[in-house]
């Protein structure tokens, strides 16, 4: 149904469903002053629509206004199945909610579904964004629950809440705002907030963490809360924040992440992750689950109960979400060392390219500079032909023979020209020109991107820059064993085993990829066996068919 073509008939629309002496707020007010008749043919059909139970008004607000516009306020609408979800919960719990709290309401979707629920109970909707607010109200009204509704169109962080008798349930989806869009103000009450709850307060943090925290602030034992997320906090150091919260005070009760590829979010590829908490009462064991699809979050009762002593001593909660306890072998850490790629500090200098003066061969490098190249070498890098050549000069340049000496010595003429010695990461290492190229890892990973990372086998000896990061075995191993980790870890790891953010790049830090799950040397290497000998089987059946990976 087309409700709408502009924001302003949206507005009149929403206005038009509303008593003729309704109080509405002074933003909103702005909004509906130069308001005009809505069609009754149109109004009947949207009025008949909320009744029905659907989001009309809402709908159209999301088809007006881009997902891009729309983060700058964290503005994320909520599937319904999700939303299902966290109020089946809510309703398992022993305490019926007298009053429900929706922090960033949009245009009421959690409230009102919670309101079907919990018919007695008081609403309270906040929401700063003044037409998402007047969509609420209208919508409110039609379905005949204006009497029960409070609405706050201000900041969930300035807000306070009268005492109620019985249990307050705190639902919806606190707006993912990442730190940079948030005010120097406000990073303030979060660090002060923080502080007067003696937990750490990252001027870093993201906006949903301001609202957990705000929650705290206004939340009295015994109240319930289930919110839905970015799920990054669980793997990111400001997370440490709301984990210390969960354990002393929130008292959480289980993490549920559900995968990228699920799309919880219609309009950002995240993983989501819901968290639930009974404020006070912290139980023994804390539930953890990976959803991939949301069909899988039929009750967020069901997970894995691993004890609260154990997880405060996890400093990556998503890391649990993954564990196998009844797996044999261990994780990847316990074979490799996981180190960043070279950071050069100007790679346009530090990579040779047409413009680079003549250089002696003993100085150049190949290196991969790329993602690219990894993912199509995959799954084993066999030579550095059509890699760049990296310079890696030496400390002495006294050590050169003369005529090496005098080529990089223009080079360095040049380098000097184009601000290569000025950079922030030159000025902090001596000499300047010493990038200090680490030994050549067995094996190379990308980080970065809206796939899983591509571990691939460097049997060329290639260095990398800080596109990738390098495997370095602890102990020797063999190029079987190395090959079979490859395999493995191709097969095995997911984008949900990394961090998610915002537009769906998903980010592997070094200790992230030591703490993958590693089967046995043992079984990796007979499964790798077995792995090609199939593929050998496959081949001979299938004449010289390619086969897929």
């Known amino acids: 149904m087309t409700v709408t073509t502009s924001e302003a008939e949206l507005a009149s629309l929403a206005f038009a469903c509303l008593p003729a ?52 306020l964290g503005a994320v609408y909520t599937p319904g199945a999700i939303i299902t979800a966290m109020l089946a919960w809510a309703s398992e719990q022993p305490s019926t909610p ?32 003044p037409l998402a607010a007047l969509l609420l109200r209208a919508s409110a009204h039609v379905m005949g629950m204006a009497d029960r509704l409070t609405l706050l169109v201000e900041d969930y962080r300035a807000i306070a809440l009268p005492a109620v008798k019985g249990t307050t349930l705190f639902v919806g989806n606190p707006p993912y705002v990442r730190h940079h869009d948030i005010s120097a103000d406000w990073k303030e009450w979060y660090a ?12 870093l943090a993201g906006l949903h963490l301001h609202f957990f925290l705000k929650t705290k602030e206004l939340a ?26 969960l354990a002393n005070g929130l008292g959480g009760t289980g993490l549920h992440l559900i995968d990228a590829a699920a799309q919880p979010f219609s309009d950002a590829l995240v993983t989501g ?131 090496e000496r005098k080529l990089v010595d223009k080079f360095l003429t040049w380098a000097r020209k184009q601000g290569a010695d000025k950079s922030y990461i030159a000025r902090h290492r001596k000499p300047w020109w010493h990038v200090r190229y680490k030994e050549p890892a067995p094996i190379l990973v990308t980080y ?33 064993q190395l090959k079979a980790v490859v395999q493995y870890l191709n097969r095995s790891v997911s984008t949900a085993d990394g961090r998610t953010y915002a537009g769906g790049l998903v980010k592997f830090e070094p200790k992230e990829l030591e703490r993958l799950r590693l089967p046995l040397l043992t079984e990796l290497h007979e499964s790798a ?21």
């Open 448 to 480: 970065m991107g809206r796939r899983p990372p591509v571990f691939v086998l460097n049997t060329a000896k290639a260095r990398h820059l800080n596109i990738a990061h390098g495997l370095y075995p602890k102990e020797p191993l063999t190029k079987a």
């Open 192 to 203: 002060k907030a923080a502080k007067a709850n003696d937990l750490p307060g990252s001027k």
């Open 21 to 72: 002496k309704v109080r509405l707020s002074r933003a909103e007010r702005a909004l509906v002053k130069r308001a005009t008749p809505a069609k009754p043919a149109r109004l009947a059909e949207v009025k008949a629509a909320i009744a029905a139970g659907a989001d009309p008004l809402g709908t159209a607000f999301l088809g007006l206004r881009s997902p891009e516009t729309r983060r700058s």
């Open 273 to 403: 992750a819901i968290t639930t908490f009974n404020v006070g009462h912290r139980p023994e064991h804390f539930v953890v689950n990976h959803a991939r699809s949301i069909d899988a979050l039929a009750s967020l009762a069901h997970g894995t109960p691993i004890l609260w002593t154990t997880v405060e001593k996890s400093d990556r909660w998503s890391s649990l979400l993954s564990a196998a306890p009844t797996e044999a072998g261990g994780v990847v850490g316990d074979l490799f060392r996981a180190h960043r790629g070279q950071v050069t500090g100007a790679n346009d200098v530090w990579v040779v390219s047409s413009s680079t003066p003549k250089l002696p061969a003993s100085v150049l490098v190949p290196a991969v500079t790329s993602a690219r190249e990894l993912i199509e070498a995959s799954p084993e890098l066999k030579t550095t032909e059509g890699l760049a050549l990296a310079i890696d000069l030496p400390r002495d340049l006294d050590t050169l023979p003369t005529h």
């Open 98 to 129: 007298s009053r429900i709290v929706d922090p960033g309401a949009g245009s009421g979707r959690f409230l009102f579904a919670a309101a079907r629920i919990f018919p007695q109970a008081r609403l309270v909707a906040v929401e700063i964004d």
């Open 529 to 549: 066996k077995a792995m090609d000998n199939r593929r050998a089987e496959e081949g001979r059946g299938h004449g010289a068919r390619h086969l897929p990976r």
């Open 220 to 245: 009295r034992p015994g109240d319930l809360g289930a919110f839905i997320t970015a799920s990054e906090w669980t793997d990111v150091n400001y997370g440490a924040t709301l984990r210390k919260m």
